[in-house]
């Protein structure tokens, strides 16, 4: 939005819409960040969000009215809501920047598979132009308009074949104009374990190793390639098939852009939305369960999703939780002068210059969070280890960073922690939730312990002992403040 607000001219203004970001063009959030300035006057991360929902809301509709045993039964209707409307892809739902990406590529993918199997006169206008805006909405769009090449080459209708194929190429041409890829070593073993891993992160619930994904995710893969090779289901699950081709291209797509990256990347809650689809979509097309009789598989995907939706909240709560309040550490910091923590090897460049100057510029208005008028810290004390708890520190099992358990479980749990490094400006960071373990359930029937952690990014290198300034907010929003030791990782 600052070069935005600095551009001249039509073609400075296209260029910012059209610039690369990472892998992709986000023209989409783009433009959905415009729209939210012209109504509010700055940049509203809730507009931008709001448009998000409501992308995954028209996404889920389509998908139960145009997908088999979705549209058919309303136990598979409603099983399919609880795990679509769940927190495992939590950060997609609150994190505005990836709602119009990474829950409008979705809506606008399935959007174009309808249209291209309408036999309406406009239907396959309005597809291609669905299909192109993929392109500009997600990398991952690019594999759209092949799959309706496909559909219409399989039905014999060459020429919308002809026609998606050049549009396809042309798009494709200006999508990788100017295209910057950093150079990346081919790993085939890399390739699979992150295409694999990815299939199988949304079971690799309540911290059971990343590993296990890997293992879980082969399967998933095999069964999806299995429905995919029968091409009966293109003439009868036209739209199923293809949402299917389009997700499991997805994941290759991915695994290819990630490739020799950290074994665990594609663990992240915001790639776990493509894994569940496809369980889901296979559930809805694979032909052995018709043996099943209906009253008896309604009753089994209702249980599974119900059970599903449940770990899906006890797994995702505390970071969900924990993500709210990076936000508000982000805010506290900003008020503060603090530099910001951020989660992850290394930190975003120039961010706190950017939001300074966004602010100066009224392009962004942080939130107030802290009342400075009625602000005061209470000094430092050292207590003794009953109020003083010590902690140790845990690689995260997304790799994005430390987890700082405390291991004086009697303690009510802090709102939030300073931390003091050595050699460096303190960091405010947020607290989380109390702990749970699949693992101490099973040992001692105990799902959430009563241990609490925090996390510390991993680009927060240091040696030696590191202070931990747990904090407490009075009603007036005083910090308050007890002195505890973090040993280095």
């Not at 959905?32 to 507009?47: C, E, K």
């Not at 399935?110 to 132009?129: D, E, H, Q």
Request: a positive charge; proline letters at 6%; hydrophobic letters at 50%.
């Amino acid at each position: 939005m600052l070069s935005w607000s600095a551009a001249e001219g039509f073609s400075e203004k296209a260029s910012l819409l059209l610039q690369q970001h990472y892998s992709h063009r986000i023209v989409f959030t783009r433009i959905t960040t415009l729209l939210s300035t012209a109504i509010n006057g700055s940049v509203s991360f809730v507009f931008i969000q709001i448009v998000g929902w409501a992308c995954w809301l028209a996404f889920a509709m389509l998908l139960v009215r145009n997908i088999p045993r979705l549209k058919d039964s309303l136990f598979w209707a409603f099983a399919a809501g609880l795990v679509l409307f769940n927190p495992i892809g939590f950060s997609n739902f609150i994190t505005a920047m990836q709602g119009p990406q990474n829950l409008g590529i979705h809506f606008f993918a399935l959007s174009a598979f309808i249209l291209a199997t309408s036999r309406n006169r406009i239907g396959i206008p309005l597809a291609l132009t669905a299909g192109v805006a993929a392109i500009y909405i997600s990398a991952n769009g690019l594999v759209v308009l092949p799959i309706i090449a496909v559909y219409f080459a399989f039905h014999h209708r060459w020429k919308e074949c002809a026609i998606t194929t050049l549009i396809q190429i042309i798009a494709a041409l200006i999508f990788f104009y100017g295209y910057e890829r950093t150079s990346v070593t081919w790993d085939t073993g890399s390739l699979i374990n992150q295409f694999f891993v990815m299939l199988g992160a949304p079971l690799c619930l309540l911290r059971i190793p990343y590993e296990s994904a890997f293992w879980i995710g082969t399967p998933i893969a095999l069964v999806t390639i299995i429905i995919l090779s029968n091409f009966k289901l293109l003439k009868e699950h036209s739209v199923a098939w293809m949402f299917l081709a389009f997700l499991l291209g997805s994941c290759a797509m991915a695994a290819l852009g990630r490739m020799g990256w950290p074994d665990d990347y594609m663990l992240q809650d915001r790639y776990r939305i493509y894994g569940i689809l496809i369980i889901l979509l296979t559930a809805c097309l694979f032909p052995a369960l018709q043996k099943i009789p209906k009253n008896v598989l309604n009753t089994m995907a209702l249980f599974v999703a119900l059970f599903y939706c449940l770990l899906g909240y006890l797994n995702n709560t505390a970071p969900l939780l924990s993500a709210s309040l990076w936000k508000e550490s982000t805010g506290i910091n900003y008020q503060l002068g603090y530099p910001f923590p951020f989660v992850g090897e290394v930190p975003w460049p120039n961010a706190q210059q950017t939001l300074l100057l966004s602010d100066s510029n009224d392009i962004y208005q942080p939130p107030k969070i802290l009342n400075l008028d009625t602000l005061s810290i209470i000094p430092e004390t050292i207590g003794t280890k009953v109020n003083n708890p010590t902690w140790s520190a845990v690689r995260s099992n997304a790799g994005a960073g430390y987890w700082l358990i405390s291991d004086t479980p009697s303690l009510p749990r802090p709102d939030a922690a300073y931390v003091v490094l050595p050699d460096r400006e303190p960091v405010h960071l947020p607290q989380v939730l109390r702990r749970t373990s699949l693992k101490a359930f099973l040992i001692s029937g105990k799902l959430i312990s009563d241990e609490y952690q925090l996390m510390l990014p991993l680009h927060l290198k240091w040696t030696g002992d590191a202070r931990i300034i747990e904090t407490d907010f009075d009603a007036e929003r005083s910090l308050v403040r007890s002195k505890s030791i973090l040993p280095q990782p």
